[in-house]
């Protein structure tokens, strides 16, 4: 018994040595820092098509693949597209490993919270990185149609209105966790801010802070509209960012609020271009 539980000992340390190498190495970390820069861009994007939906001017989805299938339809635009998914991709497997085998600075409950949200940040970049090649390959970009319709669908059986509430108040989550995240700057803590010079480390303060309440009041109000439609079975109001940020244009003052929201998505686009350069990786 205790030679196989050495083994088994073995084999895990010698899984962690390996996963610790793939997390070091340079090529890992240079797509890494590339897949910021697709991040920022797609970021921009959103915030440009927000802007448009704040002045009835946008026909495509308000939200992350409405943003790619902007940039796809541009000169070169699907190479940028392959390009941005690979260094998602790049991002994904970083985060993969660094909820696996990384955060080794802090102890106990901080270094579990700290790995909980690289696995968050995982699935985050896989589902773009996923969404970045769909739209490539012209095939089901439409993410907001098809959460419209998976919504619809589980609506339809038996307890789906609970597990589509539940989802809801998990995406609301998110994002007030990222409200929260932002404003107590806690994104400075993954930063080499020691290399900063005080311009730049007081640019990438209030990009951040900007960024991450603009980001997660959207996810916010998306997560509320879709417990809004588990609750009224309106499948309808359940299309993500779009459904959120058109719902923000029709309150009064929408426009100038969602404008506001727009800047600070754009703010958080520019943020994650001093993240290529300052994070740590």
Same mark, same amino acid.
């Given at each position: *018994?205790?030679?196989?539980?050495?083994?088994? $000992?073995?084999?895990? !340390?010698?899984?962690?040595?390996?996963?610790?190498?793939? %997390?070091?190495?340079?090529?890992?970390?240079?797509?890494?820092?590339?897949?910021?820069?697709?991040?920022?861009?797609? !970021?921009? &994007?959103? =915030?440009?098509?927000?802007?448009?939906?704040?002045?009835?001017?946008?026909?495509?989805?308000?939200?992350?693949?409405?943003?790619?299938?902007?940039?796809?339809?541009?000169? *070169?635009?699907?190479?940028?597209?392959?390009?941005?998914?690979?260094?998602? &991709?790049? $991002?994904?497997?970083?985060?993969?490993?660094?909820?696996?085998?990384? !955060?080794?600075?802090?102890?106990?409950?901080?270094?579990?919270?700290?790995?909980?949200?690289?696995?968050? /940040?995982?699935?985050?970049?896989?589902?773009?990185?996923?969404? %970045?090649?769909?739209?490539?390959?012209? =095939?089901?970009?439409?993410? =907001?149609?098809?959460?419209?319709?998976? #919504?619809?669908?589980? *609506?339809?059986?038996?307890?789906? /209105?609970? &597990?589509?509430?539940?989802?809801?108040?998990?995406?609301?989550?998110?994002?007030?966790?990222? @409200?929260?995240?932002?404003?107590?700057?806690?994104?400075?803590? !993954?930063?080499?801010?020691?290399? *900063?010079?005080?311009? #730049?480390?007081?640019?990438?303060?209030? &990009?951040?802070?900007?960024?991450?309440?603009?980001?997660?009041?959207?996810?916010?109000? %998306?997560?509320?509209?879709?417990?809004?439609?588990?609750?009224?079975?309106?499948?309808?109001?359940?299309?993500?960012?779009?459904?959120?940020?058109? #719902?923000?244009?029709?309150?009064?003052?929408?426009?100038?609020?969602?404008?506001?929201? =727009?800047?600070?998505?754009?703010?958080?686009?520019?943020?994650?271009?001093?993240?290529?350069?300052?994070?740590? @990786?």
């Amino acid at each position: *018994m205790a030679i196989g539980e050495s083994a088994a $000992m073995s084999l895990t !340390h010698s899984a962690q040595a390996t996963a610790s190498r793939t %997390a070091n190495s340079r090529w890992l970390e240079t797509l890494a820092r590339v897949g910021f820069i697709g991040y920022g861009i797609v !970021h921009l &994007l959103f =915030a440009w098509l927000a802007l448009q939906i704040a002045f009835g001017k946008s026909s495509d989805d308000g939200d992350q693949s409405g943003a790619l299938r902007t940039l796809a339809a541009q000169p *070169m635009g699907k190479f940028l597209v392959v390009a941005i998914a690979v260094g998602l &991709l790049a $991002m994904a497997i970083w985060q993969g490993l660094e909820a696996a085998v990384g !955060h080794r600075a802090e102890r106990g409950g901080e270094r579990a919270v700290e790995r909980l949200a690289s696995a968050g /940040r995982t699935i985050v970049y896989l589902y773009f990185a996923w969404t %970045a090649w769909k739209v490539f390959s012209d =095939a089901g970009s439409n993410s =907001a149609d098809k959460q419209e319709a998976l #919504t619809g669908e589980l *609506m339809t059986s038996s307890g789906g /209105r609970w &597990l589509v509430g539940l989802a809801g108040v998990v995406l609301a989550s998110i994002g007030a966790g990222l @409200v929260i995240y932002g404003l107590v700057k806690r994104f400075e803590k !993954h930063l080499k801010t020691g290399e *900063m010079d005080a311009r #730049t480390r007081q640019l990438a303060r209030r &990009l951040g802070v900007a960024g991450y309440v603009a980001k997660g009041t959207a996810y916010a109000i %998306a997560g509320i509209l879709v417990v809004v439609a588990a609750i009224n079975y309106d499948p309808e109001k359940a299309r993500g960012l779009d459904a959120a940020l058109r #719902t923000l244009r029709e309150q009064s003052y929408g426009p100038i609020l969602l404008a506001l929201v =727009a800047l600070g998505i754009a703010a958080f686009g520019a943020f994650c271009f001093v993240q290529s350069r300052y994070r740590k @990786v």
